[in-house]
């Protein structure tokens, strides 16, 4: 049992979260839920599914994996990510699951969130899809003009490996000729702004080639 004051703190924290919660024994069965988790797991269509089982919003494979994770007892946190709620029968929310033991009986389950992540993730790799596929030489720096990324054709392009250029100064990969280039634009971007030009490109066997940079 918590003090007073804290027991009117927790409960705050518990009913006002944004995340679904809920308070379960180590069988499973809910002890409490707080509104959000009311709100989306149907609650108030349903009252009587605020009593039953945690279990019955989620997947076989994901309900034997907290049923294992419950019987053990653990005394550390787990989560599992982008998990799909069941509810009426139908998947519908995807969640990212946190199980944290309370004390020896009970646990609290939190389900945030986890569809605009999700979506993030999937417009990255979609952007990264489309960077890699562009025959144009796109590479990514930090502060220091140190290569962090390149796409697949800067290895078509310059003959050299990604492995060779991470980390290493971008200005490399110009002529020497085009010194007074690279300091204009390497100026110009510590100020903010954008640069287009054109340049002589050194490739791994030392030929040199013209592109058109920005």
């Given at each position: 049992?918590?003090?007073?004051?804290?027991?009117q703190?927790?409960?705050?924290?518990?009913?006002?979260?944004?995340?679904?919660?809920?308070?379960?024994?180590?069988?499973?069965?809910?002890v409490?839920?707080?509104?959000?988790?009311a709100?989306?797991?149907?609650?108030?269509?349903?009252?009587?599914?605020?009593?039953?089982?945690?279990?019955?919003?989620?997947t076989?494979?994901?309900?034997?994996?907290?049923?294992?994770?419950?019987?053990?007892?653990?005394?550390?946190?787990?989560?599992?990510?982008?998990?799909?709620?069941?509810?009426?029968?139908?998947?519908?929310?995807?969640?990212?699951?946190?199980?944290?033991?309370?004390?020896?009986?009970?646990?609290?389950?939190?389900?945030?969130?986890?569809?605009?992540?999700?979506?993030?993730?999937?417009?990255?790799?979609?952007?990264?899809?489309?960077?890699?596929?562009?025959?144009?030489?796109?590479?990514?720096?930090?502060?220091?003009?140190?290569?962090?990324?390149?796409?697949?054709?800067?290895?078509?392009?310059?003959?050299?490996?990604?492995?060779?250029?991470?980390?290493?100064?971008?200005?490399?990969?110009?002529?020497?000729?085009?010194?007074?280039?690279?300091?204009?634009?390497?100026?110009?971007?510590?100020?903010?702004?954008?640069?287009?030009?054109?340049?002589?490109?050194?490739?791994?066997?030392?030929?040199?080639?013209?592109?058109?940079?920005?």
């Amino acid at each position: 049992m918590l003090p007073a004051g804290r027991e009117q703190w927790w409960r705050c924290f518990f009913e006002q979260s944004e995340d679904a919660q809920l308070i379960c024994s180590s069988n499973g069965l809910i002890v409490e839920a707080n509104r959000r988790a009311a709100q989306i797991l149907g609650f108030a269509a349903d009252p009587m599914r605020r009593h039953g089982s945690v279990f019955d919003f989620f997947t076989p494979s994901v309900r034997h994996k907290i049923e294992d994770w419950l019987r053990r007892r653990h005394s550390r946190s787990e989560v599992l990510p982008a998990i799909s709620l069941v509810t009426g029968g139908y998947l519908s929310y995807l969640v990212d699951v946190h199980v944290t033991p309370l004390d020896g009986a009970s646990w609290l389950i939190a389900l945030r969130d986890a569809s605009r992540r999700w979506r993030m993730e999937s417009h990255v790799q979609r952007l990264m899809t489309a960077v890699n596929s562009t025959p144009d030489v796109v590479y990514l720096t930090d502060t220091e003009s140190r290569i962090i990324f390149a796409n697949a054709a800067l290895h078509t392009v310059t003959g050299y490996s990604v492995e060779d250029v991470l980390g290493r100064p971008s200005a490399f990969l110009r002529s020497d000729a085009d010194r007074h280039r690279v300091t204009e634009y390497l100026e110009a971007v510590k100020r903010g702004t954008d640069w287009t030009g054109e340049l002589l490109n050194v490739c791994a066997d030392g030929r040199e080639y013209p592109v058109e940079a920005t």
